[in-house]
């Protein structure tokens, strides 16, 4: 279908979903769907696939990944397939299966993370990152959003850290244990899943002291009347930095981004890396860090923190420099400028600093707050729902207005789809 939204005419169709989040999410949306008159099937891919839906229609694959594409197209055609939604849309089996999808003129959506977070879920047509076909226009955004009201930024759901453990541990534990049910599957993880949770638990018993460590140094930034830039660091995992920036790994990043602030940040300004909150501890940033530092003769003005409110930490420095985390719209709303190295939805000319690295350390751009008002007012409407993964009411409420949304075709709108995608997708550098 030209437009993107599908080929279910006046039926709610057959919606195929795939893999989600750790979370009750994709079965809340499905049960409403269901009740509309759509019919929603799944394929189980692992054990955690099985357990998470085994009561609902579902297929179970359990070939090996080279007969994945043959397969998900058989599915497709056979069960006219109308609509694919699915989490973490750069996953090796959801790649292929978005493929076959457009081939086959099905419409796909993307749930994610919400980029106005705690307390939103995104919902995009086709892709995330430079997958998104939200615009990166400034006219266009300003106009698309003159009339749309401004974000609601009260927080109405919660979750807690232990929700998301538990569920994580429900969908992972299954596919470690039960591998045999599954025996072609194959991982998307750079780490095995024992391997992260030893890892989480080691990590564990020190997160309060860790946690008062950080906000110590935030401390003795503001006293000390310090001028410096934030740096905080993303998830080794995280497919926005295996998939969509020019890095092969976060080391790669790190060296480009210390190297370019040494040879061109002021002698008296700082760096601050905030280790991400989620992080396993399989790597030792801290010791890797504090190596380079030491290379480039910056061991004084380099500050590592493993917990500390980033809010705070941004709204005193001059400026946060990423990847392509989603961190940056902490800086963005507090008007402060925001430079990107790798694909990232708020990557637009006027709102991030899109000229030189070298150049951002003397001269950082702040966002244009009209345009950045317009971006929050549009990216809100048009591809936010409020809502979360793991609690209930959170999973609840995102989940109706994800399947409004599926069944009155109106995901990405208003305004908030441009065809061709607009964003490139970076190619990998090497970084000596």
Known sequence: ??????????????????????????????????????????????????????WRSAFNYRGNFAGWRAYVRRRIEAENVTDMVLHGEERPYHKVAIEEARRLG????????GYLRPDRVTLERDGL??????????AYILKAASNLPDPDWTRRYSQTFLAEALYDLVYYLP???????????????????????????RRLPS???????????IEQLLASGKR?????????????????????????????ILRSFAENAAPEMHLVLKLHPLDNGLVDWKAYIDGISAFFGLSSRIHFMDGGNLDRLVAASEGLITVNSTAAFSALRAGKPAKALGAAIYDIEGLSDRGDLDRFWDEP??????????????????????????????????????????????????????????RQRPSKIRVP
């Open 365 to 422: 751009r702040p966002p244009l707050p009209e345009l950045r008002d317009a971006f929050f007012r549009l990216l809100a409407a048009a591809i936010q729902v409020r809502g979360n993964f793991c609690s209930e009411e959170g999973a609840r409420a995102a989940a109706a207005e994800i399947a409004e949304r599926l069944l009155s075709r109106t995901v990405n709108l208003p305004d908030g789809y441009v065809d061709p995608p607009p």
């Open 228 to 256: 410096f830039f934030v740096y905080p660091l993303q998830l080794q995992t995280d497919f926005q930095l295996r998939a969509h920036s020019p890095f092969h790994q976060q080391r790669d990043a790190i060296r480009l």
């Open 175 to 201: 596919t470690v244990f039960l591998w045999f049910l599954y025996p072609g599957y194959r991982r998307h993880g750079l780490y095995h899943p024992l391997m992260e949770y030893a890892g989480w638990l």
């Open 129 to 138: 990152s430079s997958n998104s076909h939200f615009p990166n226009d400034p």
């Open 1 to 54: 279908m030209a437009d993107g939204q599908g080929k279910g005419g006046d039926t709610p169709g057959t919606f195929l979903f795939l893999q989600g989040p750790s979370s009750p999410l994709f079965v809340e949306i499905a049960g409403i769907l269901e009740m509309a008159g759509g019919r929603c099937i799944r394929i189980n891919l692992n054990a955690g696939d099985w357990i998470s839906w085994r």
């Open 106 to 113: 099905v419409s796909i959506t993307v749930v994610e993370m």
């Open 207 to 217: 997160s309060g002291r860790r946690s008062r460590e950080a906000e110590g140094v």
